[in-house]
């Protein structure tokens, strides 16, 4: 089966600690994405990649980190200077290039609280 | 990228239509008007795209006037599986490629029994 995988689905740190968030795809997409969302409120993006090896700052970067050393694979690190981590974390995947929009498929989210 | 506007929230009852209206009036030449859907604690998923006039899908119909300041997303004969958080978003391919959703809060619709 194809599509984009995220894990944990849940994951619980003490604050002043890096995690780092796994997010996978098999559909052979050139871009993927992180977003946070916040209770009752939309995603918000934090970093995208539209190629291997290079990567630009979405709405929310400060405090994250990211890496895209395989087409496949994006991780998200949630580093001690992000202020409030505890979310719901999105990561997705999509086709670049031609005209118009590209539809995004999403993973199924890790919840990261810390305390 | 184009801002949107939508109702915080819908009620509905099963088997009637639906129809959730999003203004976008600062709508640029080449956006496309895209609307998502998510249920609790799951990633949006696309329900349907277009650009003008109108849509049809399996699930949906998306109808967009000549002036495309807003679009109308109409779910037919909902049910209760239909109750989730619908979001309306605009935009197109940046001049640099880089390609970006700004998710605003959504419309929450509830289908009652």
């Known amino acids: 089966d194809g599509g984009i995988t995220q894990s944990p689905k849940y994951l619980f740190r003490k604050e002043g600690q890096n995690v780092t968030l796994s997010c996978e795809q098999n559909l052979n997409h050139d871009a993927m994405y992180w977003y946070r969302q916040d209770p009752g409120q939309g995603l918000r993006l934090i970093y995208y990649?539209?190629?291997?090896?290079?990567?630009q700052k979405g709405d929310i970067a400060e405090g994250y980190s990211v890496s895209r050393e395989k087409k496949e694979s994006f991780p998200l690190t949630v580093t001690s200077a992000q202020k409030n981590p505890t979310a719901f974390y999105l990561c997705a995947s999509s086709y670049t290039g031609g005209q118009g929009f590209h539809e995004q498929y999403f993973g199924p989210g890790t919840r990261l609280t810390v305390t | 990228l184009a801002k949107t506007t939508q109702p915080i929230s819908m009620d509905s009852y099963e088997g009637q239509e639906v129809n959730i209206t999003c203004s976008h009036n600062n709508i640029a030449t080449n956006d496309y008007i895209t609307w998502y859907q998510q249920f609790p604690s799951q990633g949006p998923r696309f329900i349907i795209q277009g650009y003008k006039t109108k849509v049809t899908n399996e699930v949906a119909s998306l109808f967009i006037p000549a002036d495309r300041k807003s679009s109308t997303l109409s779910l037919p004969r909902v049910s209760l599986s239909d109750t989730a958080v619908y979001y309306c978003l605009v935009g197109d391919e940046g001049l640099d490629s880089s390609y970006k959703l700004i998710f605003g809060s959504g419309t929450r619709l509830l289908v009652r029994p």
């Open positions: 990649s539209q190629i291997v090896n290079d990567f």
